[in-house]
C-alpha cells in the first residue's frame, strides 16, 4: 500500500544546530507539503513543491528551507535551531487537483533545547 | 485572506449523544472545505470534504457535515457519538484554487463522556 513516512518520530537538538527531518512518500503524488502544529494554532503551513525542483514558501517559513529533487521526497531543514521551532511536524501529499485529499505522515516531535 | 475559525477549543458530549464541531469560513467566493480528525500521537485523517456537488457531505465513521453558503459555515456532525470519536478535529478551506495548500482551524478536541 502506499504510504507517507516520516523520520525520526522524536528529535532532540541543541539551540544553533541544522537539523534535517525526512518526508518519503510512495503516492507518486506531485504535492508536497511541511506544516507544523502548535498548541492554539492548528497546523500552519511551512514550505510546499509542486514538483521536482519546484518550491515554495508557506506562512511561517522563516528559519526553514526545503529542496525537491525528486518526486518521492521533501526533506525539511532548520538552519539553526531555535527555541520557537519546538513543534510537532506533518508532512503531507496530495495528487494535482486542489480537491484531491492530503494525506499525512504520522509527524515529528522536534524539542530544541 | 484566508481564514478559518473553529468555534469552541473543547467540546464534551455524552456517549450517544449529538456531536456538533463548528466551522465558519470568511470567504465571498466558495471554497473547499474538509474535516479531519487527529487521534493521540497520529496524523491527520479525512473525515470528509466540500467539493462544490451536494451540500450535505457524508464521511466516514458516521460523520456528516453541511455547506451553508449564507452563514458560511460547514458544520460537523454525528448523531450519536461513540468513546473512539475522542480525539481533535481540524477544519480546513482551500480558498485558491491556484494554491494548493490547507488553511487550518485551531482545532477543537471532542471529548466523550460515558
Known amino acids: 500500500d502506499a504510504e507517507i513516512t516520516q523520520s525520526p518520530r522524536h528529535k532532540i537538538t541543541e539551540t544553533g544546530r541544522q537539523v534535517t527531518l525526512a518526508c518519503h512518500q510512495t503516492?507518486?503524488?506531485?504535492?508536497m507539503f511541511w506544516y507544523r502544529q502548535d498548541l492554539g494554532h492548528g497546523l500552519r503551513l511551512i514550505h510546499y513543491s509542486y514538483g521536482v525542483q519546484d518550491t515554495n514558501k508557506g506562512e511561517v517559513s522563516d528559519g526553514y528551507s526545503v529542496s525537491r529533487s525528486n518526486t518521492e521526497d521533501l526533506p525539511l531543514t532548520l538552519e539553526s535551531a531555535a527555541s520557537s521551532q519546538t513543534s510537532v511536524y506533518f508532512c503531507?501529499?496530495?495528487?494535482?487537483?486542489?480537491?484531491?485529499?492530503?494525506?499525512f505522515g504520522p509527524g515529528t516531535r522536534l524539542t530544541v533545547l | 485572506a484566508q481564514s478559518v475559525t473553529q468555534l469552541g477549543s473543547h467540546v464534551s458530549v455524552s456517549e450517544g449523544a449529538l456531536v456538533l464541531l463548528r466551522c465558519n469560513y470568511s470567504s465571498s467566493v466558495p471554497p473547499y472545505l474538509f474535516w479531519y480528525v487527529q487521534y493521540p500521537n497520529q496524523g491527520l485523517q479525512l473525515l470528509l470534504k466540500?467539493?462544490?456537488?451536494?451540500?450535505l457531505v457524508k464521511g466516514i465513521n458516521g460523520f456528516e457535515a453541511e455547506f451553508k453558503k449564507s452563514e458560511t459555515s460547514f458544520h460537523l456532525t454525528k448523531p450519536s457519538a461513540h468513546m473512539s470519536d475522542a480525539a481533535e478535529y481540524f477544519c480546513?478551506?482551500?480558498?485558491?484554487?491556484?494554491?494548493?495548500?490547507?488553511?487550518f482551524g485551531s482545532g477543537t478536541r471532542l471529548q466523550v463522556q460515558p
Open positions: 503516492w507518486n503524488h506531485n504535492n
Open positions: 466540500y467539493t462544490s456537488a451536494a451540500t
Open positions: 480546513a478551506v482551500i480558498m485558491d484554487t491556484g494554491r494548493r495548500a490547507l488553511t
Open positions: 503531507a501529499s496530495s495528487s494535482d487537483r486542489s480537491t484531491d485529499t492530503q494525506y
